[in-house]
């Protein structure tokens, strides 16, 4: 489960960038954010890090913006967010 979560946010594709403006995302399937051979490796390498939190957490950065988060956490730290996961912000926008 956890890594079709995973795939499922690396297949995102990258945000096409226009006249440097972020207009929409790309077209074009080879712009995933990662591929699968990365993920795989990525997940070889820090599977031992962190700890995947499949529930919305709110979270408050330290320049006070709060927004909720779903997604890899330090598994030492487990309130710590960082790694791969969704950003909602208040407004709704997902990232």
Do not use: H
Not at 4 to 13: A, C, H, Q, S, V
Not at 32 to 39: D, G, K, V, Y
Request: hydrophobic share 35%; net charge positive; aromatic share 10%.
């Amino acid at each position: 489960m956890k890594r079709r979560l995973l795939k499922g946010i690396t297949d995102m594709r990258k945000p096409a960038i226009v006249n440097g403006v972020i207009v929409a995302q790309s077209e074009d399937q080879r712009d995933a954010m990662m591929t699968s051979n990365e993920l795989v490796a990525l997940n070889q390498k820090t599977r031992s890090l962190y700890i995947w939190n499949n529930y919305w957490t709110p979270i408050t950065d330290p320049s006070g913006t709060k927004f909720t988060y779903k997604g890899q956490f330090l598994r030492k730290k487990c309130r710590q967010w960082e790694g791969i996961g969704e950003i909602k912000l208040q407004n709704g926008a997902l990232y």
